[in-house]
């Protein structure tokens, strides 16, 4: 079993519904929650990050974990086609693993006019 | 801006070549971290550096090396190219205060032929 199961897609759609992107772990020890938005050709940027449980909202984006159930998950309000892009799930366990992350497969976002 | 750059966008080379791929960034961050992008497999860590001179092995690292002499400069080394190592390479950085805050860098797709 990996240790980060993320649902590749792609999924796609219109310009103005709510996204929701989802993740589940297994370890219980992974303490801190990330998401990352990829464009095209780019390397990964840091979008939202939580931890322990519960939500966190910034514009447009709130990240929420559920740690009982091991789930995390990202809503997108209002998407954009400027939204398009591969988002990545990543856990960290904290303490001494010097911001080692385990990353999920990704998924592809499109959002169309 | 943090910037972290990657010596080269596109590498070509021969099976059994050594292979340098070079990433440098301008942050002073202490830890720097080499993964590559596959499809369908997401992000995993090849190696990882929270010092100078210090390394960790990720969760791929069988037929990579790395060095880091200076804190800015993290190498990834390919020691005899094989075809599967074909992929794309993504260096980051993060700093100790928030180490799980990685910057990447652009890229370098390396094919292997």
């Known amino acids: 079993q990996k240790e980060v199961e993320q649902d590749p897609g792609p999924l796609s759609v219109p310009e103005g519904a709510i996204v929701s992107l989802n993740c589940t772990y297994s370890?219980?020890?992974?303490?801190?929650f990330m998401w990352y938005r990829q464009y095209s050709r780019k390397g990964p940027e840091l979008l939202m990050y939580?931890?322990?449980?519960g939500n966190k909202e910034d514009g447009r984006f709130t990240a929420q974990v559920d740690k009982s159930s091991k789930y995390i998950s990202l809503f997108i309000r209002d998407s954009q086609p400027s939204d398009s892009a591969t988002y990545l799930c990543?856990?960290?366990?904290?303490?001494?693993?010097?911001?080692?992350?385990?990353f999920g497969q990704g998924t592809i976002l499109t959002v169309h006019p | 801006d943090v910037k972290v750059t990657q010596s080269s966008r596109y590498l070509v080379k021969r099976t059994g070549e050594k292979v340098f791929l070079e990433c440098v960034q301008d942050?002073?961050?202490?830890?720097m971290f080499w993964y590559r992008q596959d499809p369908g497999l997401g992000l995993r860590l090849i190696y990882f550096?929270?010092?100078?001179?210090?390394?960790e092995k990720g969760d791929i690292p069988e037929g990579y090396s790395v060095s880091r002499e200076k804190k800015e400069r993290f190498s990834l080394i390919l020691e005899s190219a094989s075809t599967n190592q074909t992929s794309m390479y993504l260096c980051?950085?993060?700093?100790?205060?928030?180490?799980?805050?990685?910057?990447f860098g652009p890229g370098t797709r390396l094919t292997v032929t």
């Open positions: 980051a950085s993060s700093p100790n205060v928030l180490p799980y805050e990685q910057y």
């Open positions: 370890n219980s020890a992974f303490q801190y």
């Open positions: 939580t931890y322990s449980s």
């Open positions: 990543a856990i960290n366990a904290g303490g001494t693993s010097y911001g080692k992350l385990t």
């Open positions: 942050m002073d961050h202490e830890n």
């Open positions: 550096s929270y010092d100078v001179k210090m390394k």
